[in-house]
């Protein structure tokens, strides 16, 4: 089955201790990108990647790292939470992220809780 | 800057009822729309995608409609079921958005509630 793979669900952690988000797709896709979702202000790019070893700031990159290192995987780092990324996060790809014709696919989100 | 505005909020239907859900963005030079459904708790699931070429795209009881040049699209659900009940959010790929290639600017949804 074609989708993209978040890991874990469902993460609570402390305040500055390292954690990364991993998202695996299956479909060959080129462009990957990661979203936050918080009440009232909807979602939000935070990085992007165009391909393997390419990868750009979205509009919320405050705080967040990616890597691209293989096609499939696009895993999110943070190097050291705080509470305000606490939010709901969303892997996403796409067949190709410049130009149109292709939709996203989104994988199941990641609730994380800083305390 | 593209925003994305989706009206009304949260609406509330018998079951059976056909409804229509709203999208608005502020710049017609857009790749795409979709339209996605997020459950509580859960991802985004793509629902519909239309090309800004196109002028509507079918699946099922799920009717979407673009009209570039207004700045519109609707999302048209057909004898709408309880099992309808999630929020429709819809997405638009712009062409110009500065340095960030690719990016979806979404609205901040439509709760629909299907009362059986």
Known sequence: ?115 | KQEVTQIPAALSVPEGENLVLNCSFTDSAIYNLQWFRQDPGKGLTSLLLIQSSQREQTSGRLNASLDKSSGRSTLYIAASQPGDSATYLCAVKPMNYGGSQGNLIFGKGTKLSVKP
Not at chain 1, 76 to 91: D, G, R
């Open chain 1, 1 to 115: 089955e074609a989708q993209v793979t978040q890991n874990p669900r469902y993460l609570i952690t402390v305040t500055g201790k390292k954690l990364t988000v991993t998202c695996s797709q299956n479909m060959n896709h080129e462009y990957m990108s990661w979203y936050r979702q918080d009440p009232g202000l909807g979602l939000r790019q935070i990085y992007y990647s165009m391909n393997v070893e390419v990868t750009d700031k979205g509009d919320v990159p405050e705080g967040y790292k990616v890597s691209r290192k293989e096609k499939r995987n696009f895993p999110l780092i943070l190097e050291s939470p705080s509470p305000n990324q606490t939010s709901l996060y969303f892997c996403a790809s796409s067949l190709g992220g410049r130009w149109g014709l292709y939709g996203y696919t989104f994988g199941s989100g990641t609730r994380l809780t800083v305390v």
